[in-house]
């Protein structure tokens, strides 16, 4: 029986970027960040969520995927065309947006009332777009 997902893989076309972006700008504190072979293994997150880790790899051969298809996903990425990459929860979406806004993170769409709760949206260094929610109490 699965019990929980404790790793998600997130695409980024520079992961010294990607780092800077989710430990300084996020707040997301660093789990794993190694070196082997090439292959460099870096995952982050949430500080109040010590249970997941946020993988964040480089778009590369080392993926599984030749450089043609690297070539596209890193195109797709950095346009914006990948789609939503997740949702992080917030308290309060008006502050964290503000707060987040003077660290210079790029907003799409700054704090919105939607039906299911106040939406931001927000993209990474990378292109990555992500929606920063404060649930509506039902």
Known sequence: ????????????????A????????????LRMDQEANGFRWLTVGPKGQPEF????????ANCGNDEKVSAQIRDLLTSGKLGA????????????YDELAAKGVEF????EDKFYGVEAIFKDPC?????LTQPKKF
């Open 1 to 16: 029986m699965i019990q929980r997902l404790s790793h998600s893989t997130l695409y980024v076309t520079d992961q010294d």
């Open 18 to 29: 990607a780092r800077e972006f989710y430990v300084n700008k996020l707040g997301f504190e």
């Open 53 to 60: 880790q946020l993988i964040l790899m480089k778009v590369g």
């Open 85 to 96: 990459a997740g949702v992080f929860e917030t308290a309060d979406c008006r502050k964290t």
């Open 108 to 111: 799409l769409a700054p704090p």
């Open 127 to 131: 292109g990555n777009r992500f929606s």
